[in-house]
Each structure stands twice: as C-alpha cells, then as structure tokens.
C-alpha cells in the first residue's frame, strides 16, 4: 500500500477539497482525509501511479506538493536535518561575509557548491579563507540579527520527540550556529565544522577534517548504529549537492527549497510547504502539534 500526502504552504493555504477528491477518482484512491483544513490532505493507494511526476508538475504551477510513498513505516523514529538554507532561512557563511565585505563573492560559490558544481570542502575552505581577521564577537552579532528559523521547525521538533524520535543537526556550517540553533530547537545533538579564531580574530581556517558529504553519511551510520534502528527508520532533510549522500540513504529523504539538481534526484521533493510538510507525509494531523 501507499499514500498520496497533497500539502502547500500553511501561510497561505490552497488546498482545496475537490483536489484529493479528483485525484483519488483518476487513481482509483480510497477515502481522503484531512490532515489540516487546506493545507493538507492524505489518501491511500494500492500502486504507485504511473503519471506520478506529470501530476507533480502540474500541482507545482497551483502552489501544492505532492508526496506518494510506501505506507508501512513511514512514522519515523529519527530526524537527522542539514542547517543552512534548512532549519534556518539562510546560509550562516554568507551572513558572516556579509559583515566582512565580501558577501558577493561568497555567495556565489556557496551557490555553486550547493549546485554540486564545486567540491563542497574545497569551496568551504576558500570562503572561510576569505573571512580572514573577521573579529570572533561578530558571529554572535550574525546570530541575534540575521538568522531565523525556517517556519515550522518548532513544530517538527516538538512532536517528532513527542513521539520518541531521536533528532540529530548535522551542518557543513559552523558548530557556533548549529550550537545554537539545535538548543533553540531541541535537537539531542549537533554536528558542524569549527571555525579557528586567535587573539579574538577569525584566522580563515576551519578544524580539520572538513564536515561535509561523508560526514553526513557517516552521521546516519553512526548515530542509527548507536541507537539501534534502521536507516529506513530516518527522515532526513536537506537542500544542497552535500546533503544528497544521507537523503539517498535515509528511509525518508525530502529535499526541501532543494536546488533544482539536488530536488531531481530525490522522490519527495517539499518546494511549497514548509518544515510541517516533514510532519504531514508521516501522517501526523495539525491536532497532533499540541505538544
């Protein structure tokens, strides 16, 4: 069995009834039920349906997502969710060169390593380079003033460990943002690259080993060893090329505002809902979120 999950962004809802009602006539669906009054809807399905992306693309015009997958297991016992551009709405390197003067420049690699057209560590390395003699006590000034969380990350923290999901951050970024966008969250932990100061002053390298694809790989196997569950039972979440290891590995991986070369090679792809939608195509209702 599978489940169709229709979902759009809770600010400004879409969804309406005669959509998962035709949708489940053209696909021979049973009854649908309402996750969250338009903003979400689910209904199950014996096969996977063969105009599944054409359906997908037509909806991305109306402003909705579209998830099918299998609907045994998909309630999951971990989250192991990528920062930047994810948990938060930025990209924390480019906010610190920002303050430095060269936000431009930074951008545009970060971009492109995100693409997957750069090799993530040595675009790392080039960007922290170019933060050179950056006084240390402007990452704190980045965090209180340029960093938000992603909308709905609350509430997909809250009721995943609600019910006894282990939540793991695992960052290309930087160990002073994940610290505290994990404990603002609550994440059970959190892993990053570290960026080196001396004399109060960013010195332009970060510890090595660099953090990034691998990392994330060895995360998965690390932490699901340790806990003692599967790696089908992990939702991972993520946007960029260096995130695509643990998104293919993960039982559920959702790419999410992914780059369009990233979102190409992952079947659940979130472009309109936001973090709630990793709730939603577990099946949870907007009832569940009072935790």
Known sequence: MFVATLLCNPASPVLEPALPESLRNAWGGGEA???????????P??????NQWEVWADLQQTGVDLVIQANGGRRKKMLLADMDSTMIQQECIDELAEEAGVGARVKEITARAMNGELDFEGALIE?????QGLPETVIGKVLDERITLMPGGRQLLAVMKANGAYAA???????????????ELGFDENRANTLLAEDGRLTGEAARPILGREAKIEALEQITA???IGEADVLAV???ANDLGMLKRAGAGVALHAKPSVA???DIRINHGDLTALLYMQGYTQ???KV
């Open 33 to 43: 039920v309402w996750l969250a009054p338009g903003i979400a809807a689910e209904f």
């Open 238 to 240: 993520g946007d960029g």
């Open 226 to 228: 340790r806990l003692g």
């Open 45 to 50: 399905l014996e096969q996977r349906p063969d």
């Open 287 to 289: 009832d569940d979120f």
């Open 169 to 183: 951050l695992v960052s290309g970024g930087f160990t002073a943002f994940t610290s505290r966008v994990a404990a």
């Open 127 to 131: 960007r922290v380079g170019l933060l």
């Open 264 to 266: 190409a090679e992952c």
